[in-house]
């Protein structure tokens, strides 16, 4: 097992759990890697951590915060480019990065990419994606690549997304019929799997997914029903979405991107990574037991 790991996305919704199991697990120092350590003490401060500066953009950054750890964790994400970064310069450029300072370093590496990453594929997000998991590889041979299908848990990740939309409107608009079929994972169940995955050689992807396969329309009515609200599903053809999208990018916070639309057109389903290391992942109905709509508004 590592002895100090070095964590790159600590604050983000799957890093916060990374670094609550990296110190469940006891390892001896963890190092979390952020763009502004004045902002990272609030979300990372219950862990026994060292903040770092670190923007994977920059090599020298990167390298001083995997200096002294034999471990490392890339679970930084961009969702929403801008001109200023684009989805190659996180996804690719910045983790090749990470992985050449892990290589020099002599660290472990875990990647934490997503199911359906394809560098060949004409969506931007997708693509870069895929293209980062090859920039990964070349620069770390011995990197395991972690491929989640869709997060969830009791208040965050698709959980927050569905109840959020479903509080502001009257009808839910689906994307198409609803019938793109997703594996939603727990947060927490992944964040395991990549703690046990920096211990592992053998291993070189980790697809982790749920224990159920539903259509995206079946997981929004199960969220609606535990919560109590009525749900009217409203069904969207794609290329309306894509038209909207076109619109949204240009406002403030880009309420909706195409890279988006084009994720949930495809299926979102994970060969059987997490049995492999032995762990049966939770359902979704676990996680929304007891939930009250509003507590995720
Ligand atoms: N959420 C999902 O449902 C889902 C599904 C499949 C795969 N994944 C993958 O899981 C990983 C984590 O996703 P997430 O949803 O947890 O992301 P997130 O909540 O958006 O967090 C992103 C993290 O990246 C950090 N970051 C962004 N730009 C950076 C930069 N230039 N240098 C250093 N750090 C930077 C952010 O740090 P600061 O803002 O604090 O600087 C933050 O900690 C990603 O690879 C994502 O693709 C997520």
């Not at 790991?5 to 001896?28: E, K, N, S, W």
């Not at 693509?127 to 848990?153: C, K, N």
């Amino acid at each position: 097992m590592a002895t100090q790991v070095t964590v790159f996305g600590g604050t983000g919704y799957l890093g916060r759990d990374i670094v609550r199991h990296l110190a469940q697990a006891g390892t001896g120092r963890i190092r979390v890697a952020v763009r502004n350590p004045a902002r990272a003490g609030a979300t990372v401060g219950a862990n026994r951590v060292e903040i770092i500066e670190a923007d994977v953009r920059r090599p020298e950054s990167v390298r001083r915060a995997l200096e002294g750890s034999d471990g490392a964790v890339n679970a930084v994400s961009l969702y929403l480019p801008t001109r200023a970064v684009g989805f190659e310069d996180i996804h690719v450029t910045g983790a090749g990065n990470v992985a050449a300072a892990a290589r020099e370093a002599g660290a472990a590496l875990v990647h934490v990419s997503g199911v359906g990453s394809d560098a060949g594929s004409p969506q931007r997000y997708i693509r870069a994606r895929g293209q980062g998991e090859q920039a990964v590889r070349a620069a770390h041979a011995g990197a395991v690549m972690v491929r989640p299908t869709v997060l969830f848990s009791a208040r965050g990740g698709l959980v927050v997304q569905v109840l959020r939309v479903l509080r502001r409107t009257r009808v839910f608009p689906l994307f198409g019929y609803g019938e793109t079929r997703l594996q939603p994972v727990h947060r927490s169940d992944v964040a395991r799997a990549i703690v046990e995955l920096l211990g592992r050689d053998d291993i070189d992807v980790c697809e982790c997914g749920g224990p159920e396969v539903k259509p995206y329309r079946a997981l929004v009515a199960q969220i609606a029903s535990a919560a109590g609200l009525d749900l009217r599903p409203l069904p969207v053809p794609f290329p309306l979405w894509h038209a909207v999208a076109l619109l949204a990018e240009r406002l403030p916070g880009a309420p909706l991107t195409r890279d988006q639309v084009a994720l949930m057109r495809a299926d979102k389903i994970a060969a059987d990574g997490l049995a492999t290391l032995g762990i049966a992942p939770q359902a979704l109905d676990t996680a929304l037991q007891g939930l009250p709509a509003s507590a995720c508004s």
